[in-house]
């Protein structure tokens, strides 16, 4: 079976490809497996700045899980609990603590465990066409609150229980409006584009996108910052990259940042 997770990581941004082409990218476990795997070898690689994910060829980003293998990977309860909670949930979770940022590129179907992982990724960038749902009404099952919860943070209930009780696939226009997205772009333009923010991303302080993604995370649990934090607030100004910074703007060049 030709299904697999594949990583290239080339001057700073890496790329994690879905890749089961016959099934329009259905993730199955030991794509589930191989995702948790890449964003460990993506954790531990200090060059990464960014992270771009997508689907292998331009028809899908991922069809939802494998349906196919559920008759024997969720048979009983401890059979959906382990699919679920050691290789859904940890994939999944890999990709929500990135350090570095993650941009999901979306063309085609984005629907179930597709629309969870993109979910996960920091900017979501989709074609015209790409479409969105999760209408697992249909097939009997409902989705585990703990995958449920990550979209349930992205979006709010009304859109999650809308996605969920009517089982309605979206189109991208839609998804923008109700916030599954970040923009959307001419299909063909969609790896560019997903490319241009990587490179964007690429371009500014390292230090300072990881501190962003950890105060996003802070601030949105509610609970007031304590004396302590506010003053970690600051780490940014013993570092080399917010001195190349000063002295990039009054030389008028661009910075060259070093992670330091």
């Known amino acids: 079976m030709n299904t697999r997770i594949d990583l290239d990581i080339d001057q700073g941004i890496a790329t994690v490809t879905l890749h089961n082409p016959t099934k329009l990218n259905a993730v199955n476990a030991a794509m589930w497996r191989g995702l948790s795997a890449a964003m460990a070898r993506i954790a531990a690689d200090d060059s990464v700045r960014c992270v771009i994910v997508r689907g292998a060829g331009e028809n899908a980003f991922a069809a939802g899980g494998d349906i196919e293998e559920f008759r024997s990977v969720r048979a009983t309860v401890d059979d959906a609990l382990h699919y679920h909670e050691d290789l859904v949930a940890s994939a999944l979770n890999a990709i929500r603590d990135c350090a570095v940022p993650t941009v999901a590129a979306i063309r085609g179907a984005c629907v179930g465990g597709g629309l969870e992982i993109a979910g996960c990724c920091d900017i979501r960038i989709a074609g015209e066409s790409a479409r969105f749902g999760a209408p697992i009404n249909r097939l009997g099952f409902s989705m585990y609150p703990g995958e449920m919860a990550g979209l349930l943070a992205l979006v709010g209930p009304a859109v999650v229980l809308e996605i969920l009780l009517e089982g309605r696939i979206l189109d991208a226009r839609e998804a923008l409006q109700k916030g599954l997205l970040t923009r959307v772009v001419d299909d063909e333009r969609v790896f560019e584009e997903a ?52 002295a990039a703007f009054s030389e008028k060049r661009a910075p060259v940042f070093r992670g330091r």
Request: aromatic residues 10%; glycine residues 6%; hydrophobic residues 45%.
């Open 195 to 246: 490319a241009v923010s990587a490179e964007r991303i690429r371009a500014g302080a390292p230090l300072v996108a990881r501190w962003h993604k950890q105060w996003v995370r802070r601030l949105t649990t509610g609970v007031a910052l304590d004396e302590e934090e506010k003053r970690r607030a600051f780490d940014f100004l013993a570092t080399a990259d917010y001195r190349e910074g000063l």
